[in-house]
């Protein structure tokens, strides 16, 4: 049996960054990851020679290498990782579409969703510029109490229709809450997404996690793939050897779990106690579609925008569809239009929808298959509206669905972002077991990240 | 190890965190955190590489005595004597 300073449950992007960070200060660290290569809900595939980049459609939380303090350049200086050799791409701009009066662009400038607010709600443009002041100067991360961002929202804007815009992008991409979202949450998100923005890495995903992972090789650390754990042994309350499905033991004096809270629940109690785990499991799941088009048909199409976040669903609302999924409202991405990136002779265009994982659940595997091509018929027609036809071009299709996430991610019922309930400081019931990742309120890539970071600083380092 | 010594040492240290920190005009009394754009996790890296290096555990307690390059030297000199 082999013996550790900390195991660290997941090779996705928070636990690769908490492995980097306690292999760099010489702890002997073991990651295991449960499938064969690295990223967890970022990772990637291939299908007829071609690499499919998983979760990723951007990155957010850009900023220049100048800006010290921008959480991305604090993320890498933890991780001793040289932010200029990074090459990035920003975006193009993108846009949140209700209908054709009601559209508003923005990009990495601000500057460009301040004249679009005012374009489009010139009543408002005031209280959206103190709506960013107030933004630019609340700490989100201090411990507090679950606040209504509409609540929030209602009294700084008065203005329900531009509310709800501004809310769809950062609800679609980290809001695990149905209908509303936590305030401290949804000024993380306009952090990231409207003052700093989108951007990419050079290179795909794989190129990222392997940058990470021979990184976190080269400080000593050590991952096993094809490991996944069973559960835990517990003594004395501790977390005192992790059980994997093989039947291999491994010691531990601390673990960091990103499996999700349900998940890790489960290693903690061996399935006694399913009920309780149900309460940690989120509702919003999603369903993607890949698309490889032929570069030719970009003219034909609305491809000039790196992502267009459209809801066409009166009064507007963010919550699990009744049916297997809601093709009125998506994201659709096209990660290619980021700039000074090559063109090939494809190119993707991803469209996201809310999903209902309890129906997509339900289905026997004909019946499963059946409703993919008809979800995808679906989207297609009203995406089809938006960008203009292009159905009948597509060369490869792929479909994930919320049972394809749970399967892939272990994240239960699919739901990507997490639980409701976040337990935002990481601790447990077991005091030498911590949580990071999506479960505790930081969102996308450099959140995850910097989530494993975090968990390490406060638990590990300043106990020790 | 000489207070020289010690101040060599943490001009290193910090120099590793980050690349691009302009030590050479460091002001040895005046707090490190305002002169080079420090924020409290890259405070918490000068703690874990004295840890790494010497085996030194600081207490939380301990870290306002890190505050400048002075009292840096000044708080790890009869700690790190030896070294």
């Not at chain 1, 991780?79 to 662009?105: C, M, V």
């Not at chain 1, 950062?170 to 306009?190: P, T």
Request: charged share 25%; with cysteine.
């Amino acid at each position: 049996m082999g013996s550790y300073d900390q195991v660290i449950i997941g090779g996705g992007l928070s636990g690769l960054a908490a492995g980097i960070r306690l292999a760099r200060f010489g702890y002997k660290v073991l990651i295991l990851e449960k499938h064969a290569i690295p990223g967890g809900l970022n990772s990637y595939y291939f299908r007829q020679g071609r690499l499919l980049e998983t979760g990723l459609h951007a990155m957010t939380n850009f900023a220049p290498p100048e800006s010290k303090a921008a959480p991305l350049n604090r993320l890498f200086r933890q991780l001793k990782l040289s932010r200029k050799k990074f090459s990035t791409h920003q975006q193009l701009r993108s846009t949140i579409y209700f209908s054709d009066n009601y559209s508003l662009s923005f990009s990495n400038d601000l500057g460009l969703l301040s004249s679009e607010v005012e374009r489009v709600f010139p009543e408002s443009i005031d209280r959206f510029t103190a709506l960013v002041e107030l933004v630019r100067s609340h700490d989100p991360f201090v411990n507090r109490p679950w606040i209504s961002a509409k609540d929030r929202l209602r009294d700084l804007l008065d203005n329900e229709r531009l509310m709800n815009m501004l809310l769809w992008p950062l609800m679609m991409y980290g809001n695990c809450n149905e209908h509303d979202m936590d305030f401290d949450q949804f000024v993380i998100m306009f952090q990231s997404v409207y003052l700093e923005g989108f951007f990419r890495p050079a290179g795909t995903i794989k190129d990222f996690l392997e940058m990470l992972l021979d990184h976190y090789r080269s400080l000593g650390g050590e991952i096993r793939f094809r490991a996944p754990v069973k559960h835990f042994r517990i003594r004395d309350e501790q977390v005192d050897t992790v059980v994997l499905e093989s039947g291999e033991e491994i010691g531990c004096g601390q673990v960091i779990s990103t499996a999700g809270y349900p998940a890790t629940l489960q290693f903690m109690t061996s399935n006694q106690h399913p009920v309780e785990a149900d309460k940690y499991s989120g509702r919003m799941s999603f369903v993607e579609i890949i698309n490889v088009l032929p570069v030719a048909c970009r003219k034909t199409l609305r491809s000039d925008e790196t992502i267009i976040f459209y809801n066409l669903d009166e009064p507007f609302d963010y919550r699990r569809p009744d049916q297997a999924v809601n093709v009125n409202c998506g994201v659709i991405c096209f990660p290619e239009n980021f700039h000074d990136l090559e063109v090939g002779s494809e190119f993707q265009l991803r469209v996201t929808h809310p999903a209902n994982y309890d129906i997509w659940k339900s289905f026997g595997p004909d019946e499963y298959a059946e409703q993919k091509k008809l979800w995808t018929v679906r989207s297609s027609a009203v995406v089809g509206e938006i960008i203009g036809n292009y159905r009948q071009k597509v060369v490869y299709q792929d479909v994930f669905t919320p049972i394809t996430i749970e399967k892939f991610t272990g994240k239960a019922n699919g739901a990507i972002y997490g639980s409701p309930i976040k337990l935002k400081d990481g601790t447990t019931s077991i005091a030498n077991l911590f949580v990071a990742g999506t479960d505790q309120g930081y969102l996308g890539i450099v959140g995850a990240m910097l989530s494993g970071v975090t968990m390490v600083n406060n638990h590990i380092f300043e106990q020790n | 190890m000489t207070r020289d010594e010690i101040k060599d040492v943490i001009l290193e240290i910090i120099q590793d965190i980050d690349e691009d920190s302009e030590i050479e005009n460091l002001d040895a009394d005046k707090p490190l955190r305002d002169q080079l754009d420090l924020d409290s996790m890259d405070f918490l890296d000068i703690v874990m590489e004295l840890r790494k290096r010497y085996q030194l555990q600081i207490p939380e307690a301990d870290y306002p005595e890190l505050a400048s390059l002075t009292s840096c030297v000044n708080y790890l000199e009869p700690r790190l004597k030896e070294v």
